[in-house]
């Protein structure tokens, strides 16, 4: 079995420097630490974590907490998150809540008995919490989330979807969204109406359809709002799974996307670049997101005063094949 001295003798380091790398890593340099997780990773060694849990009073476990463990956006952020606590010295539970509070709670708990140190929540909704508050931070939430969050705006990047719409001539422009109570869907409905009003064109109920972010919700909210007498001639999706069932509902109806129908996600999951055809999508930081949220939960655990302190990461719209000029005569 790998010893201590044999990750020092292997990263070039002092046996000091080993042992301070693992237990409080952020007082050692990037190049420092990523030569010491990189020989305990060729070495095999394993250090006593029990022996610094019993020392510090902590679990040096954060838990991470996902409404829907298949989401392939959420798979991009918990990546980002499992790496990044490795290098800060955490492990990493994973707890697939399904969007159900009981669920939330059976993990809250863990981190107010102390087997866990703190909390990652990817879910747009605030956990409450009776007594003292807890080391939590919000990847993926929402500006107003009265605690530490990692963020985009949600509202702005859907006003960039329909200002580029318009630009291409689009002037029905129809809206797949989210659960219409998620806080989410609220914010990029609320960009895609000032959108439609700045740009001069008029808000109607008839060119929005309600989904949940999945691939089949957005086959079936496309298809009801492709089902009347002047049908959008673009769609903005608030995922690219419903960007992709949307696809797949029209092209076998015959549609033509994105000469007949432009369609534009939400996301930018690695299916949008080889999906036929290619999704045009607003991507988020997943990776960003994901290493901003450790840091900050790391700087709570560790000492720092519960603030308020949102982290806003910007948006990139990405333009791929599903979109393209409105058609001159659309049906």
């Not at 697939?96 to 909704?125: F, K, M």
């Not at 439609?196 to 989904?211: D, I, K, N, R, T």
């Not at 298809?223 to 690219?240: E, G, H």
């Not at 549609?255 to 036929?276: C, K, L, M, T």
């Amino acid at each position: 079995m790998a010893s201590i001295k044999d990750v020092a003798r292997l990263a070039g380091v002092s046996v000091a420097t080993v042992s301070r790398a693992i237990a409080i890593p952020e007082k050692v340099s990037e190049k420092t630490l990523k030569k010491v997780n990189d020989a305990v990773a060729l070495s095999g060694y394993r250090p006593n974590l029990l022996a610094r849990n019993f020392r510090s009073s902590r679990s040096f476990c954060i838990v991470v907490m996902v409404p829907d463990i298949t989401n392939p956006f959420f798979s991009q952020v918990i990546k980002a998150i499992e790496d990044r606590a490795q290098q800060r010295g955490y492990a990493v539970l994973l707890g697939d809540t399904r969007d159900q509070n009981s669920r939330e709670q059976e993990y809250v708990h863990r981190v107010e008995t102390r087997l866990a140190d703190g909390l990652i929540q990817l879910r747009p909704n605030e956990i409450h919490v009776d007594g003292d508050p807890l080391p939590i931070v919000y990847a993926c939430g929402c500006e107003n989330v009265p605690n530490c969050s990692v963020t985009i705006d949600n509202t702005l990047a859907a006003k960039k979807v329909v200002d580029y719409l318009v630009s291409l001539g689009h002037t029905r422009i129809g809206c797949l969204t989210g659960l219409r109570e998620n806080p989410h869907s609220m914010e990029r409905l609320a960009g895609y109406r000032q959108a439609l009003e700045a740009a001069g064109l008029e808000y109607s109920e008839q060119y929005v359809s309600e989904g949940d972010f999945t691939l089949g919700s957005g086959q079936d909210a496309a298809k009801k709002i492709m089902c009347q007498a002047k049908p959008p001639t673009a769609l903005f999706c608030m995922s690219d799974q419903m960007a992709m069932g949307a696809i797949q509902a029209l092209q076998a109806q015959g549609v033509q996307i994105p000469q007949q129908v432009s369609i534009v996600g939400f996301d930018n999951i690695a299916y949008a670049e080889f999906w036929h055809p290619t999704i045009t999508t607003v991507s988020q930081p997943a990776e960003e997101m994901g290493k901003r949220a450790v840091d900050m939960l790391v700087s709570i655990i560790e000492g720092k005063e519960f603030t308020h302190e949102s982290k806003i990461l910007p948006t990139q719209l990405i333009v791929r094949d599903s979109s393209g000029a409105a058609p001159k005569d659309p049906a």
